[in-house]
């Protein structure tokens, strides 16, 4: 399984970018699947940006969840027959300078991440 990160890239504060993750291989049933966006700052940890649940979920497929440092300012979208993920966004701040990765997952597991693409907002 692999997950494939892009649209990261350089922008002034208040600009907006399209981060797409492209998931391929071995993955059966992907609506059943969670996915993510996370970020990692320098020196910080990784931290949840949004999720959108797969069909296994309680909250039932396509439920959405906002860090609050981002709300308002961030969707996440998922499309499964391309297997895809898309996480847009604008009003970019210097605070959302990171590495963002996407993850999938399965309620029991397993779970999976790309290997990020680097965001740099510039004040």
């Known amino acids: 399984v692999q997950l494939q990160a892009s649209g990261g890239g350089s922008v002034q504060a208040g600009g907006s970018l399209r981060l797409s993750c492209a998931a391929s291989?071995?993955?059966?049933?992907?609506?059943?699947?969670?996915m993510g966006w996370y970020r990692q700052a320098p020196g910080k940890q990784r931290e949840l940006v949004a999720a959108v649940t797969g069909s296994e979920s309680t909250n039932g497929s396509g439920s959405t969840v906002y860090a609050e440092s981002v709300k308002g300012r961030v969707t996440v979208s998922r499309d499964n027959a391309k297997k895809m993920m898309d996480l847009r966004m604008s009003s970019l701040e210097p605070e959302d300078t990171a590495v963002y990765y996407c993850?999938?997952?399965?309620?029991?597991?397993?779970?999976?991440w790309g290997q990020g693409t680097l965001v740099t907002v510039s004040s």
């Open positions: 291989g071995s993955i059966f049933f992907f609506d059943l699947w969670d």
């Open positions: 993850n999938i997952r399965r309620m029991a597991g397993p779970e999976y």
